[in-house]
C-alpha cells in the first residue's frame, strides 16, 4: 500500500483480454508495407517488446490480474474471437480468471464488471 497526500492507495493492474503471448497474424499486418500499422510491429509473438516486456518484472507491491476472453466455438475454447487464451495467459506469477465472452465484449460484460468491482472491493 502507498500512502500519497494523506491517503492509503493499493497498486492493482487488471489486464483485459492482453495480448501478452503476441498475435501470429500480426506478422501477416507487417508484410503489407505501407499500409502496416507499427503496434504490429510490437505484437507478434517474437517481438522485441514483449521480450523486453516478460524479462522485466512488475514493481514490487503491484498486484496483477488477468481477465481472459474466450468464446465457445464447436468444442474449442481457445480464443477470445481475436487473440488465443494462450497469448492471454503468457504472464507469470499472475491469478487469471476466464469470462466466456469475446474480445471487445468483455469490456461491456456484466459478469466481467461485478468480478472487477469484487476484486476492487477486496482492496478496501
Known amino acids: 500500500m502507498k500512502t500519497l497526500a494523506g491517503r492509503d492507495y493499493h497498486t492493482l493492474l487488471v489486464t483485459f483480454s492482453t495480448p501478452?503471448?503476441?498475435v501470429p497474424v500480426a506478422r501477416l499486418g507487417l508484410s503489407l508495407g505501407a499500409y502496416a500499422v507499427p503496434?504490429?510491429?510490437d505484437l507478434t509473438p517474437e517481438s522485441a517488446f514483449l521480450r523486453r516486456l516478460h524479462a522485466q518484472?512488475?514493481?514490487?507491491?503491484?498486484?496483477?490480474?488477468?481477465f481472459f476472453a474466450y468464446r465457445e466455438d464447436g468444442s474449442t475454447f481457445d480464443s477470445d474471437g481475436v487473440i488465443s487464451?494462450?497469448?492471454?495467459r503468457a504472464v507469470a506469477d499472475a491469478p487469471a480468471q476466464g469470462f466466456r465472452t469475446d474480445h471487445s465484449a468483455i469490456l461491456d460484460s456484466a459478469p466481467v464488471f461485478k468480478s472487477f468491482?469484487?476484486?476492487?472491493?477486496?482492496?478496501d
Open 20 to 22: 501478452f503471448g503476441g
Open 39 to 41: 503496434a504490429w510491429r
Open 57 to 66: 518484472p512488475l514493481p514490487k507491491g503491484v498486484h496483477h490480474y488477468v
Open 85 to 88: 487464451v494462450a497469448s492471454q
Open 117 to 123: 468491482a469484487a476484486l476492487l472491493a477486496s482492496f
